[in-house]
């Protein structure tokens, strides 16, 4: 029970208004009960209307009460479809009246609700005319341009044929709050159109009721409740739900508030679109009071069906001019990052933010995630992006939208001018990246018909506690602050449908990328077989070549010439450097199958060893080794990264056609470390920098170190890559080189992570 502790805004929304065990006194009315034909209940007044008194009615036969020329009604109404509503069953006079009645039922909870209502002889005559003014009136709401040409002509007309003094369109706001979108008024009349009204003016039972009824007339405010009367009987229980009824007593609460507006008549219209309410056509009469025939109800009744129809169909189409244009956005957004081999840098491009930034209403875009921020127009600063960014992952949402981020997110209040609202979307799970859209504080002034917080008065005059509707409806200003216009479910859906796509264009390279990688993997080992297979094959012919031409020139040796002794040098060289060759082959091979053993080396100990095996070198070509800082250690193979420092120590001693010859060998800090090796040698042009990492390429005539073939670059590289590392060079021709390598997560395995360092 609501008393007086309790009773505040949210007892409209308790009340039961369905059963106010009343009606309005313009009409009479019956229930019936479906399996026994009897009335149950009968209004205190219906004795005007059919000529009999409630307690000569009570308990008796339908067909009795009504007369002999109702006997076949029982059977009539059972056929009849009366679920949704009140039905025109027939226009008729009874017994003991001087003037014809309309009688409407519908069916509820097991009983039938019979409601008379006086008929007018007038508008009978006047009802083909009526007609042709709606179907005139539907034509032109037809060709309106859009939902506020359509709405400003819609309330013009419905008072023009029904005679109010103010008619007007009203939208429901997600809140049950509303506004009056269009409105059509008495030249004398204070505007309301603008006006906002809280969801308490409309509490919920209300808005239920105004959904389920196509029209809700109300003709005199200051009607005084005429009860309705039950059987005294155990079939009787509980009141009659009034749902869907025509003369349903209102709230004491909806005629105060009307009554405080000035209003003495009303009628209501609801509009609906997808069985929802959307908002009401409301008429008004200040006046006096109103009574609409039902012919006239029946005409408003179908221009409201059509109204909602048309209403539908115009927002419909204007949205779905405005989700081409998004979807024609999306759909080049997603052929170009189709297109590109790196999505990530892709989605940073000048062109790709140009066309994010259209894709939804927003001062601002930017492609972030924790680590790296690309924005353009009216954004927060990086930092602050950035921390965004990091609240968003631990969201966990797919979509985020908020017109009002700083209450979600305080930080966000120190840049609420240019981001209150926030639409955000993270690009995929495989990646870091979140594309934000910003809208900047809208700094709204709501006009309000009164103060929208209305304090809460209790009225116990009649000995009853309820709450007094206010008094006050002068214009009510509020600003409000730290929110943006709020993003519209068209536009949520679209960037939600945007991530899908990228999201499938990130799985499906995923997917190509395990095949190949699974394709490679294949080849890899059938090369490496025919590798084996043709090295072992040519070291044995190789061994072959090289024993007979020794022999040849140990026993034919005396009897050949000078150019014959030359040539079997030139044999014994060549099969040599076959020989090294084929070496080259089985080491690259090796590499590519083997599985890597990963652990702590010291690079320094490394560097010793490589030292120690080239110190003959070293010495004959007086070479000055320069070791200024300490290499420390790292997580690699020791043999393969001892490998690396033997192939690029050796080259330095090899190319260096200086008087002082020295190599520096040392590391940069950073994460990774950045490991070198220096000379002072013949250098490397810059336009063949890129080619000695390639299989077999020798830029030079002497001789190779330790019997090389070309193959010690490629293979240093393919070793640092395994590492997850990268190499290359920075050289002056004539000036000498230098040769850079990292080493990534040595335990993360795999054939190449590939190359991005200036040597690819």
């Not at 809140?175 to 030249?187: I, K, M």
């Not at 009303?266 to 009401?280: C, D, F, R």
């Not at 084996?532 to 005396?558: N, P, V, W």
């Not at 013949?682 to 330790?706: C, K, S, V, W, Y």
Request: net charge negative; aromatic share 6%.
């Amino acid at each position: 029970m609501i008393t007086a502790k309790n009773v505040d805004l949210t007892s409209c929304d308790r009340e039961l208004v369905q059963y106010p065990e009343a009606i309005q006194p313009h009409g009479a009315m019956l229930t019936v009960d479906e399996q026994t034909n009897l009335v149950m209940h009968a209004s205190a007044n219906c004795g005007e209307f059919i000529g009999k008194e409630p307690a000569a009615v009570l308990g008796q036969n339908i067909a009795s009460v009504l007369g002999p020329a109702w006997r076949a009604l029982p059977h009539t109404l059972h056929r009849m479809p009366l679920d949704t509503g009140p039905v025109n069953v027939a226009r008729e006079s009874f017994l003991g009246t001087e003037r014809g009645f309309n009688l409407f039922a519908h069916r509820c909870s097991g009983l039938i609700l019979l409601e008379l209502e006086r008929a007018s002889e007038a508008a009978s005559r006047d009802v083909s005319n009526l007609y042709s003014v709606v179907r005139a009136d539907i034509a032109r709401l037809q060709q309106t341009k859009n939902l506020k040409e359509f709405f400003d002509l819609a309330v013009e007309r419905i008072r023009t044929f029904t005679g109010y003094d103010r008619v007007m369109a009203y939208r429901f706001d997600h809140d049950g709050s509303g506004h009056v979108t269009a409105e059509s008024r008495r030249d004398d009349l204070e505007a309301y159109l603008g006006l906002h009204y809280p969801a308490t003016d409309i509490p919920a039972p209300a808005r239920r009721l105004f959904g389920l009824s196509w029209i809700r007339h109300l003709p005199d405010v200051s009607y005084v409740p005429v009860p309705l009367l039950a059987m005294k009987s155990p079939l009787v229980i509980g009141p009659v739900d009034m749902s869907f009824a025509i003369l349903r007593s209102v709230s004491v609460m909806y005629t105060g508030y009307l009554k405080n507006m000035g209003v003495h008549s009303s009628m209501v219209m609801p509009l609906m679109k997808e069985g929802k309410l959307w908002g009401l056509i409301s008429a008004m009469h200040h006046s006096g009071p109103r009574h609409i025939t039902h012919e006239t109800r029946m005409a408003a009744e179908f221009l409201a069906h059509t109204l909602s129809l048309l209403m539908s169909a115009k927002e419909d189409a204007e949205i779905f001019g405005q989700i081409t244009a998004m979807k024609a956005t999306s759909d080049r957004l997603v052929q170009m990052l189709g297109q590109e081999a790196d999505l990530t840098k892709a989605l940073r491009a000048a062109d790709t933010l140009q066309l994010l930034a259209a894709q939804v209403e927003a001062d601002g875009v930017a492609v972030a995630s924790e680590d790296d921020v690309t924005a353009i127009g009216k954004t927060p600063s990086e930092p602050a992006i950035r921390d965004l960014v990091g609240w968003l992952a631990g969201q966990d949402l797919p979509l985020f939208a908020t017109d009002r981020l700083p209450s979600l997110y305080p930080p966000a209040t120190q840049f609420a001018a240019v981001a209150s609202g926030v639409l955000a979307i993270r690009v995929s799970a495989q990646l870091p990246d979140f594309v934000l859209w910003f809208r900047p504080e809208q700094v709204e002034v709501v006009q309000w018909a009164g103060n929208p917080r209305k304090p809460v008065e209790i009225d116990e005059g009649d000995g009853m506690l309820r709450l007094r509707p206010r008094n006050s409806f002068e214009l009510w200003k509020e600003s409000v602050r730290n929110r943006s216009t709020a993003w519209r479910d068209i536009e949520k859906d679209a960037v939600f449908r945007l991530a899908e796509s990228i999201g499938d264009i990130v799985l499906e390279r995923a997917k190509k990328i395990e095949r190949i990688s699974r394709e490679l993997d294949a080849a890899r080992g059938e090369f490496s077989g025919y590798a084996d297979a043709a090295s072992y094959e040519l070291k044995e012919h190789l061994r072959g070549i090289q024993h007979l031409t020794t022999a040849l020139r140990r026993r034919q040796g005396e009897q050949l010439d000078e150019e014959g002794r030359q040539q079997v040098v030139t044999i014994l060289k060549l099969t040599h450097r076959m020989d090294s060759l084929v070496d080259a082959l089985l080491e690259r091979s090796k590499l590519g199958k083997a599985d890597i053993a990963f652990a702590q080396v010291d690079l320094d100990e490394v560097v010793d060893s490589v030292l120690l095996q080239l110190r003959r070198a070293l010495s004959d070509h007086q070479v000055e080794v320069r070791r200024p800082t300490p290499l420390g250690t790292a997580d690699c193979n020791r043999d393969w990264v001892m490998e690396v420092f033997s192939n690029l120590i050796a080259n330095a001693i090899a190319y260096n056609d200086k008087s002082e010859r020295w190599i520096e060998i040392g590391c940069e800090p950073g994460s990774p470390a950045t490991y070198y090796v220096r000379d002072n040698g013949i250098g490397i042009a810059n336009t063949d920098q890129q080619l000695i990492f390639q299989m077999f390429r020798r830029l030079d005539d002497r001789e190779p170190p330790h019997g090389s073939a070309g193959i010690g670059l490629p293979l240093a590289r393919k070793i640092v890559e395994r590492h997850r590392g990268r190499i290359w060079v920075e050289s002056q021709l004539g000036e000498g080189s230098t040769f850079y390598f990292t080493l990534g997560a040595g335990k993360a395995q795999g054939h190449g992570a590939g190359h991005h360092g200036p040597a690819s």
